[in-house]
């Protein structure tokens, strides 16, 4: 069984309203990769992957005009992907939704919510994602409102063959940027409070984590954390970082990602990486490890082998010139996997 999570630069841009391909030689927003170009691109990842399930990041939009289910549907048929069916969660209204492509033949998948629905109100008690979290981020014993921009996506999935069950959370955190800040201390003051609000939500989401594990069922967090290890220099100010909250600390209750496990250990030498962005300013590429697999602890004892598609770093991408040319050209980010043993 292999799960993945992708996330996808400017996947939305790729789709007509009725959830046709637009597969011609017009420019994609990604520079200069034609949009017939990034769709081939995407094609070939997909169909080396051969995943039963991928949570796709910044998928396409879902609106009164577009739908995600009906644009990643189209998107499967065309390429024929084994893993064809669409499950989308809350939408938002950042054009970059969170969804799950899924084979139905392996699978069942539903939309399974937990929490209360709030509303502006808020609740302490990790309340559903689409709602407000309550937390005191300044420590000044008046708890602020924390919303998702892009709520997590909660997935229930059972094995046809089998009965079992196993739930994904499919993540897209995002600390935003000083946005109207002018000067170098509202440029400060804004990012710190962004920085804040991110771990606000990583506490929340750990929350959810820590329910889904006292139910004793197998568990999976995947998706772009935008966050890690010596990411920024926010990192010193706070402790820690938002990976290291959701992976949690405590023996059985931890999640694993030998990735985040591998770069939380060590501040020098090789890293993984899941994503390679152009410095125009500084004319040089910079990679970072953002995409992570965390996995339950029962599901580590299914012999778990996880897998960064990385177009350079891993060698059957890089031999495979196709494959290496399509992950650089289909986004910014690459896909990362985890094989899992989960028959019997």
């Known amino acids: 069984?292999?799960?993945?999570?992708?996330?996808?630069?400017?996947?939305?841009?790729?789709?007509?309203?009725?959830?046709?391909?637009?597969?011609?030689?017009?420019?994609?927003?990604?520079?200069?990769?034609?949009?017939?170009?990034?769709?081939?691109?995407?094609?070939?990842?997909?169909?080396?992957?051969?995943?039963?399930?991928?949570?796709?990041?910044?998928?396409?939009?879902?609106?009164?005009?577009?739908?995600?289910?009906?644009?990643?549907?189209t998107f499967a048929r065309t390429y024929g992907l084994r893993?064809?069916?669409?499950?989308l969660g809350?939408?938002?209204?950042?054009?970059?939704?969170?969804?799950?492509?899924?084979?139905?033949?392996?699978?069942?998948?539903?939309?399974?919510?937990?929490?209360?629905?709030?509303g502006k109100k808020g609740s302490h008690d990790a309340p559903r994602f689409d709602s407000t979290f309550r937390f005191d981020l300044d420590v000044d014993a008046e708890p602020e409102a924390i919303t998702f921009s892009k709520p997590p996506l909660e997935a229930r999935l059972m094995l046809r063959e089998t009965?079992?069950?196993?739930?994904?959370?499919?993540?897209?955190?995002?600390?935003?940027?000083?946005?109207?800040?002018t000067t170098p201390d509202e440029i400060l003051r804004l990012s710190i409070q962004n920085r804040r609000k991110q771990?606000?939500?990583?506490?929340?989401?750990?929350?959810?984590?820590?329910?889904?594990?006292?139910?004793?069922?197998?568990?999976?967090?995947?998706?772009?954390?935008?966050?890690?290890?010596?990411?920024?220099?926010?990192?010193?100010?706070?402790g820690r970082s938002g990976l290291e909250i959701v992976l949690g600390e405590d023996g059985k209750k931890r999640l694993h990602d030998p990735h985040a496990r591998l770069a939380l250990s060590r501040r020098v030498g090789a890293m993984p990486v899941t994503a390679r962005f152009y410095l125009h300013e500084e004319g040089r590429y910079l990679q970072a490890l953002l995409d992570y697999v965390m996995l339950s602890s029962d599901l580590c004892a299914m012999n778990p082998r996880w897998r960064i598609w990385h177009p350079f770093d891993d060698p059957v991408c890089y031999h495979t010139p196709e494959l290496r040319e399509a992950l650089l050209t289909g986004s910014d980010h690459f896909p990362v996997s985890v094989d899992l043993d989960l028959g019997g």
Not at 103 to 115: I, L, M
Not at 163 to 181: E, F, N, T
Not at 216 to 225: A, C, K, R, T
Request: proline share 4%; charged share 30%; with cysteine.
């Open 163 to 181: 009965g079992r069950v196993l739930r994904l959370i499919g993540v897209h955190v995002k600390s935003k940027a000083p946005i109207g800040a």
């Open 1 to 73: 069984m292999r799960i993945a999570t992708y996330n996808i630069e400017w996947f939305n841009a790729l789709f007509d309203d009725d959830g046709g391909l637009l597969e011609d030689g017009e420019w994609s927003a990604r520079q200069n990769v034609t949009r017939a170009d990034q769709l081939t691109a995407l094609g070939i990842v997909f169909t080396a992957m051969d995943a039963d399930a991928v949570m796709v990041i910044e998928a396409p939009d879902d609106n009164r005009r577009r739908s995600t289910v009906r644009a990643l549907e």
């Open 90 to 118: 809350f939408r938002n209204d950042t054009q970059q939704e969170i969804a799950l492509l899924y084979n139905p033949d392996v699978f069942t998948a539903e939309h399974d919510p937990w929490g209360e629905e709030t």
């Open 83 to 87: 893993a064809r069916k669409a499950l």
């Open 199 to 238: 771990l606000a939500q990583c506490v929340w989401l750990r929350q959810r984590v820590d329910q889904v594990l006292a139910r004793n069922e197998p568990l999976i967090v995947l998706g772009d954390f935008n966050d890690g290890p010596g990411l920024d220099e926010y990192e010193k100010l706070f």
